[in-house]
């Protein structure tokens, strides 16, 4: 054996990985009760508005700051990891005596050519961390990207992976999505366009469609849906066959679909009880 590796070279040596290992469980038990402060208050705060009944946007930005919060967490103890992981190990080898200069320069001889080859990869990396930080979207959420529309199934740091209408599964690389429009971010809007015939009493049509409006908005399957009571618009569109007549609602996100269907369903039954005349044959106004 020999004799001067011991016992000093063993002793420092182990120091290092005690002190990594130590190093490493304190930053990430830091992270892990900054973020789980951050969480509780939110949660805290959204269960308050929930006991009082209150369905706000408030309450809605107080989930998503939660669920981005755990995101960001869990990033940041992964990428600790990782940097105290690669100093160690460098500070080890330097007592090992390997010469770190020619090895650093043939790894960023070796990182520049791989950074050529994997520049795609790379911007992908670069981009789903600034998307996870800047919370651009997250799962349940629904976004169209411009090439297709869906709904996020899983975000990951290289591809988010989306699910259409239709049922077909997308996998978006998070370096090619140049632009992203989220539907359902906060709130979402339910619009329900009703059509009557043109010479109906606009009116008179209204009047009952508030009334649907209101009873939607007292009904118990809804309570947790609805964060505003829904809104007759008006009249929205006017041609030979039908006169539309717009209702809105703001919901819970990604919601609003059930909401659409209940107030058409609800104006279609009490517009016939009123009396009120559908649209005419032929071209109808506009859909949601």
Do not use: C
């Amino acid at each position: 054996m020999n004799t001067a590796w011991w016992p000093d070279k063993v002793l420092l040596l182990a120091a290092i990985v005690v002190i990594a290992i130590v190093g490493r469980w304190l930053a990430v038990r830091g992270i892990k009760a900054a973020t789980n402060r951050a969480v509780k208050r939110a949660h805290k705060r959204r269960e308050e508005l929930m006991s009082r009944g209150e369905h706000s946007y408030e309450q809605v930005a107080q989930q998503r700051y939660e669920q981005r919060t755990a995101t960001v967490g869990s990033l940041l103890r992964s990428l600790t990891t990782f940097t105290i992981a690669a100093v160690a190990i460098l500070t080890i080898l330097a007592q090992l005596g390997v010469p770190l200069a020619p090895l650093l320069a043939s790894a960023g001889v070796g990182g520049i050519a791989l950074g050529f080859g994997a520049q795609s990869l790379v911007k992908d990396f670069l981009s789903g961390i600034a998307m996870m930080i800047e919370d651009q979207y997250g799962v349940g959420d629904l976004i169209d990207t411009g090439t297709v529309k869906g709904t996020v199934e899983d975000v990951g740091l290289r591809v988010t992976r989306l699910r259409a209408a239709s049922g077909e599964v997308w996998y978006v690389r998070n370096g090619e999505l140049l632009r992203v429009g989220n539907l359902t971010q906060g709130w979402s809007t339910a619009m329900a366009y009703v059509p009557v015939a043109p010479d109906e009493d606009a009116a008179r049509a209204i009047t009952v469609l508030e009334e649907v409006a209101a009873e939607l908005d007292k009904a118990p399957e809804f309570s947790d849906v609805l964060l505003d009571a829904p809104v007759v618009q008006g009249v929205n569109d006017v041609n030979p066959n039908a006169m539309t007549i717009l209702i809105t609602a703001k919901t819970m996100p990604n919601k609003h679909f059930g909401v659409q269907r209940a107030l058409l369903e609800r104006s279609q039954t009490a517009l016939t009880q009123a009396g009120i005349r559908g649209p005419l044959p032929g071209v109808v106004g506009p859909t949601a």
